[in-house]
């Protein structure tokens, strides 16, 4: 499974790096394949996983915002695997270049 996931924390001021900065080392502490983006997080994992560590992110900024909004997009293929890197390697191939991407 594939899921792109935004945590956005309200009543903490304008600057979120900080906030952000905790929850991608929660992510990254999970051991599951992910990559940060400018405006979301992709994770790849079994569904168990992936549901769970996004609950963990959320349940996290719960601790230092009082209000938090979390939108997933789930991406769920049956046996496939290795999709997060895969995508991109697709489209490169039918382009025949590499491409800029996060």
């Given at each position: 499974?594939?899921?792109?996931?935004?945590?956005?924390?309200?009543?903490?001021?304008?600057?979120?790096?900080?906030?952000?900065a905790?929850?991608?080392?929660?992510?990254?502490?999970?051991?599951?394949?992910?990559?940060?983006?400018?405006?979301?997080?992709?994770?790849?994992?079994?569904?168990?996983?992936?549901?769970?560590?996004i609950?963990?992110?959320?349940n996290?900024?719960?601790?230092?915002?009082?209000?938090?909004?979390?939108?997933?997009?789930?991406?769920?293929?049956?046996?496939?695997t290795?999709?997060?890197?895969?995508?991109?390697?697709?489209?490169?191939?039918?382009?025949?270049?590499?491409?800029?991407?996060?």
């Open positions: 499974m594939l899921a792109s996931f935004t945590i956005l924390p309200f009543g903490v001021g304008e600057e979120l790096k900080e906030h952000i905790a929850v991608v080392e929660l992510i990254a502490a999970s051991g599951l394949d992910y990559r940060l983006g400018a405006m979301q997080t992709t994770i790849e994992g079994d569904q168990a996983e992936v549901m769970a560590l609950m963990g992110c959320h996290l900024m719960m601790k230092r915002a009082p209000r938090v909004l979390t939108s997933i997009t789930l991406d769920d293929r049956k046996g496939a290795g999709r997060l890197q895969g995508k991109i390697t697709d489209v490169e191939d039918v382009l025949g270049r590499k491409v800029d991407h996060e």
